[in-house]
């Protein structure tokens, strides 16, 4: 029987000397010095690694800015390379682990990280990291594939386009459990027999950053529950590169209210500023409120949070609220049903927790809105018909390309789309990850200053370089 990714002998060591490891499943942290500098300048390369992979996912695939970025922030021509890329994979683990819109940032990018590595991997360099990973698959041997030839040329030809797709018939195929292969048996991509999906080699792909991703969900549950326990928590040199490092994955969080001044928003400029700048999801939840007088919990968390974040003050919010929900109540019942939350949601009240804007990767993936709810995405949680409705205005053009996006499931790409067909002169860049970051680069792009909202970028915090020694020991 030959196992793939458990070849032995000669061969396995002509693999390693002629294989480039470049493909890691980070199970253990490595056990090296690393000065502070080394520390920080690692784990800020690896954070703006990661942050182009993010940007890139945003404005669609664009693998020479990626392979740029990687020569520049995590090359893998050495073992010193390779030694970073372990430790500041770690670092940021430590740094990431701490909430579940942390881990998830995190994950999300690291996993497109492994899954363009991969991509680029060869397939010795796939053997051997399936080796080092103990992923050990049994290969479909002569005999059983002349048994089988007919099924699987049969699913190979239903996967094909062309006749020139269609004449190139995998060499090599692994047994892989059927628990395993769910993605690729749901698209119909493998045969199935007994329990066992019969993969092609070049679909292990699928498998391998599967296994990366699930491996990873947990190793980052495990470092949260470890975290507090650590050396890296004790240690007053590391603790604020960590919580530096994690304050810039997405950029500002539009946390703190602007001071009030001459620019500051009030509730008489709502209206206007709904129909001019603000995002789809904020504008259908600002829409709603006024037709119905009213909004329920999950609209009123995330559009008064929006408006916190935008600078309306908090007693200017309640005004706000009282206004519209007064239409069908009186004060008495507004005051002690909804003034308090407004208060908690400004730190005044409760905890006196300042809570923060939802971003749009909460919004999206949060729970969906029920029958007379507004709160969500409407490029995720609106079906197409009412989404076509919402884009009222946008030519054809855009608004095809607009609902083809949210169609192919790239809910953030057919906001930004939106954002250029309202704004074509408008920073693109800055838009697609917070419903805040859109309202302010629509203001820019109507001609208003922003109040000073700002994104610090991400650079190394000004930590005193000292001439010692760290030990990374993360806990995984
Ligand atoms: S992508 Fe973000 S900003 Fe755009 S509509 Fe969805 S949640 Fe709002």
Redesign the pocket.
Known sequence: MLNVGNTSGVQVRKQQQNARVTLSMYQEPPNVEVTLEEFESYSIDRLQMLKTLELVRLRGRDDAKVEKAMAKFLPLRTAEDREKDEISHFILRMAFCHSEELRRWFLTQESSLFKHRLDQASRDEKMNFMKKNRLVYDQVDTEEFAELKQQLTAVHLANKTSVKEALNMPDVYVKVPFTEAIDLIGQRKVFLKCGVAYVPFDHLVTILFARFRSTLSKQLAIAFRKFNGSAAARDDRLLPVLKNLAKHHIGPDYGTVPQASGNAITPEMIDGLAATAM????KTLHNAMKTQSHLKHGGRMQYGLFLKGIGLQMDDAITFWRNVFCKKMNVDEFNKKYAYNIRHNYGKEGKRKDYTPF??VK??TGDPPKAGEYH?????HFDEHHLRASLRGINEIDKESIITLARNKD??L??RR?FEALFPKGNIDAV????NA?FEEARKAIGVKPDPVKQEPVKQEQVKQEPVKTEVKTES
């Open positions: 995002p789809l999801c904020m971003n749009c919004i999206i969500g995405c409407p490029f995720r809910y953030q057919a906001c939106h697609g990850n917070h419903p859109f």
